[in-house]
């Protein structure tokens, strides 16, 4: 049976999307290159980051999605959206790799009259210089004539439960008026309000702008975080004051790094001005790490102990709290730097029952108190819900917390 939609990737973009159209009754395929992650779906087990849950499967399965192994089946869809992962390369620039594939692929079986939208994350220009040529040199098919083309970022915040994917705004860009209605139709389907973007290289750069604003304002406040600390002030109380004010100012908090799937983009691989500020910012807190292994080392000194052989529990290793994904977190990094240094890392997160670190399995305490007690530091890398921050400082020897959530000043504020 013909479905209304395909969804080309199952990952952190594409399972939101189609979760939210198979809420919506919409008739949906799903297909991803990973066979494993389609009979993963099919046999009813979500994904491991904890992206999706069972429940939440079992819900979408019911209300009109399928995976489809067969790609011929994209060729039978009114709408196909391109969620494939686009990571960061070596020299910085997206790896569209994945993306290309899914073009090709679809081109291969592009009927006319279908509206094609990428989601991924992209380089202003991406869709137009990009994908459009693969789909037509796939297709025969022209963009803008015989069929719809527009980019629409994913918007995904996972565990928000105030802004979910009905609830945030989509912005959206077309090759043309035309294909820009045609996506707000689809669109106007599944969520509450839908922002027209003058083409697609606006709504490129709207991502661009949203995600460079949380990277350039984090690396704000760790630069602070480091400025509070040898000045001897307490930077958490800066915020508390900072963020009364009810205008001109927002709130951001420092931490060990910065994580996630929303990676800093720079335009310099195009012909383009990069961003000097996004560079900076990018080099800040790519630092932070390090900054913790310094902060570490000096508080083990202080209590009169060597990194070597110190014993080392790290609380907290997913890149956000409540959740089991491990994307770009900080922890890996320092949990390494550790290891190299002598020590002997263990950790703690109940929502990461495994954990490997350069391929190598850490170890994992299963008592937090007791091992807490045992370390001769520990380090609060991520604040889930269950941990008990008052407990968790009476029984830790030394405690650095790199959230500054820990109450009653009876811990080391990064």
Same mark, same amino acid.
């Given at each position: 049976?013909? @479905? ?17 159209a198979?809420? !919506? ?17 099919? @046999?009813?087990?979500?994904?491991? &980051? ?11 399965l ?44 679809l ?8 509206? /094609? ?57 077309? %090759? ?7 996506? @707000? ?27 460079? +604003?949380?990277?350039?304002?984090? !690396?704000l ?8 600390? &040898? ?23 420092p ?24 560079? %900076? ?7 932070? =790490? ?12 202080e209590?009169?102990k ?10 907290? /290793?997913? +890149? ?19 290891? &190299? ?5 263990? +950790?703690?997160? =109940?929502h990461?029952?495994?954990?490997? /670190?350069?391929?190598?399995?850490? =170890? ?6 007791? @091992?807490?007690?045992?370390? &001769? ?9 269950? +941990? ?22 009876? !811990?080391?504020?990064?």
């Amino acid at each position: 049976m013909p @479905a209304d939609l395909a969804v080309i990737g199952l990952g952190h973009f594409g399972l939101p999307l189609a979760q939210a159209a198979a809420a !919506a009754g919409i008739e949906t395929v799903g297909h991803d290159t990973d066979p494993r992650v389609l009979a993963e779906l099919r @046999a009813g087990r979500p994904p491991v &980051d904890g992206s999706l849950t069972a429940a939440e499967l079992r819900r979408m399965l019911s209300g009109g999605f399928r995976t489809a192994t067969d790609p011929a089946e994209l060729g039978r869809v009114r709408t196909a959206v391109i969620c494939a992962p686009t990571p960061l390369g070596a020299d910085r620039a997206l790896d569209l790799t994945a993306v290309a594939d899914a073009a090709r692929m679809l081109a291969a079986r592009l009927r006319p009259h279908t509206t /094609v939208i990428l989601e991924s994350a992209a380089h202003p220009g991406t869709t137009e210089d990009f994908l459009r040529p693969l789909l037509e040199a796939g297709s025969g098919l022209r963009a803008g004539r015989d069929f719809h083309l527009a980019y629409s970022a994913s918007r995904i915040d996972p565990g928000n439960r105030a802004h979910g994917f009905a609830t945030t705004p989509k912005v959206i860009g077309g %090759l043309t008026p035309a294909c820009t209605e045609s996506a @707000a139709a689809f669109y106007g389907r599944i969520t509450d309000k839908v922002v027209r973007a003058r083409g697609t290289r606006e709504a490129e750069m709207a991502k661009l702008l949203e995600t460079n +604003y949380r990277q350039v304002n984090i !690396a704000l406040v760790n630069e602070m975080a480091v400025l509070c600390h &040898d000045m001897g002030v307490d930077l958490w109380d800066v915020i508390r004051c900072a963020e009364t004010k009810p205008f001109g100012f927002q709130p951001f908090r420092p931490g060990p790094g910065v994580g996630g799937h929303g990676v800093p983009l720079d335009p310099t691989p195009l012909p383009y001005t990069g961003l000097r500020m996004v560079g %900076l910012a990018r080099e800040i807190n790519a630092h932070m =790490p390090q900054y913790v292994i310094q902060r570490s080392t000096t508080l083990l000194n202080e209590h009169g102990k060597s990194a070597r052989g110190a014993r080392v529990l790290l609380l907290g /290793v997913t +890149y956000k709290p409540d959740l089991a994904d491990l994307e770009g977190s900080p922890a890996a990094e320092i949990a390494g730097r550790l290891i &190299d240094l002598g020590a002997a890392v263990s +950790y703690h997160d =109940p929502h990461v029952p495994d954990w490997r /670190v350069r391929d190598q399995p850490v =170890p994992r305490a299963d008592s937090l108190y007791e @091992a807490a007690a045992h370390a &001769d530091l520990t380090v609060l890398l991520q604040h889930h819900r269950t +941990y008990d921050l008052q407990g968790l400082s009476v029984k830790a020897q030394l405690l650095l917390d790199t959230r500054g959530v820990t109450p009653g000043g009876a !811990a080391h504020r990064l």
